[in-house]
C-alpha cells in the first residue's frame, strides 16, 4: 500500500490526519532523509503494519538501503531504551537513576547516517514511546550540534502524526 492510498483510505474522522500527512511529507524543514527516516522509525515503532508498509514504500525512493536500516535500528533502539530509562526515572529509589545501564547501545554510534539524523528519529520515537528521560536527552545532544527548534519541532509533529494514524488503524481494525 502507498501512503497515498493509506491517507486515502483513512475514514472521515481522520481528516486532520490525512492533511498532517500531506503537509508533513511536504515540509521543508529537515532533508528528504531526516524527514522519512522519522517517519520510518515512528511507525515501526507503532508496529502497525499498513503503517509500516506505506512508509517503507515512500521512504524507499527517498533513502538508502542503509539508512533504512539505520532507521530500524533507532525503533529498535528506543523500544529498549524507553521502556529501562522510563521505568528507571519512575522508581522511587532514585539509586538506579546513577547506575550503568548494562545494555549493548551500539547503534548510538551509528556510522551509516549522519549524526543529527539518526537523532532525530531516536528523538521522534521517543516521543512515540513517551519516555521524557530519553526525548531529554536526545534533544539535548541535538541542541549541542545546532539543530534548530524548529527542525526538532518537525520531528516532533511527524512523531505525532504518525502516532496518530497508527491509532486510526487500530480504531478500524477492531470496528465490527
Known sequence: ?????????????????????ITLSEEQLLSEQQKWGCFL????????????VALESEAAARMTPAA?????????LMAMNTVYYSA???????DYRGQPPGLAMTALSQSDVDKIDFELWALAVSAVRQCGVCLNVHEAELHK?????????AALRIAAVTSAVAAVLAIESAAP
Open 41 to 52: 522509525a515512528c511507525a515501526y515503532a507503532t508496529g502497525q503494519a499498513p503503517l509500516i
Open 145 to 153: 550540534r545546532h539543530v534548530t527548534l524548529e527542525r526538532v519541532q
Open 68 to 76: 533504512r536500516m539505520a532507521a530500524k535500528s533507532a525503533a529498535t
Open 1 to 21: 500500500m502507498s501512503l497515498k492510498a493509506l491517507r486515502d483510505a483513512l475514514p472521515a474522522y481522520a481528516a486532520d490526519q490525512e492533511q498532517n500527512l
Open 88 to 94: 528507571v526515572n519512575q522508581l522511587s529509589n532514585h
